[in-house]
């Protein structure tokens, strides 16, 4: 469903993804993990055909980015890590726009809508986006997303700013839409939705791969069995002297 080959991203002089190599089967949730400027955003619009690799290949539902970009973004879905989104639209007109790109404009589509609607909490369509919070903004996204039910769905750190309650529906939406068949490919820093979540996780630090599994097979990797991922995390891109000196010294 979603497959890297030799992934590079360079600007000018410094290699932000380097080399990366991913294979998402159909039905998976895929955890992208790595700290802050790792390369994961960076990664990810390159799977999703708004960022051009430098070299390497992005094939989507086994279709090549370079020659069927349409086809692809026609079915996929993407919630990016900044609801940017225009500022002079009111909530459901936003919807609206969505639904006539996508030429979606049924009845089915808006039972979705109502659903999700009252599943987030949105009774806010009225609102200009220029007015809604983070949160409430990064919901309307969301719902703009999820109510086309796309084939593979992209999520850049998806609960930053969502309250406790939208981020739980959130996270067990994911999982049914998973069950149902839709491959979902998302980065967190919150590692325990990770490892609650991901069937499979893959770690990058400066722009590489540093590790890839399941949870069980991470595990192996570390220094001792009953790790958790945060540990496993640390272990992999910072060490703990590293953070006890930094403590220390401030
Ligand atoms: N347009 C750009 N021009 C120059 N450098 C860029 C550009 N976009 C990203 N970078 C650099 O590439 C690196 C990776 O950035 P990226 O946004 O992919 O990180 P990230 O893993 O998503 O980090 P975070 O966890 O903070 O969101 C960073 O060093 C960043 O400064
Ligand atoms: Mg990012």
Redesign the pocket.
Known sequence: MIKAVNLTKK??D?T??DNLNLDVSPGQIFGFL??????????IKMLTGVLKPTSGKVYILDLDMESKEIEIKKRIGVVN?EPKIYSHLKGYEYLKFIMDIFQMNNSEIKRRIHELCEAFGVDYLDKFISDMSHGMKQKLVLISVLMRKPEVIFL??PTVGLDAKSAKILKELLKKYAEQGITIFL?T?ILEIAEKMCEKIAI?NK?KKIAEGTMGELKKMGKYENMNLEELFLELTASEEDIKSIVEQL
């Open positions: 600007f000018g410094f932000a993804v790595g700290p802050n400027g790792a390369g994961k955003t960076t990664t890590e850049d750190e980065t820093h990058i722009g």
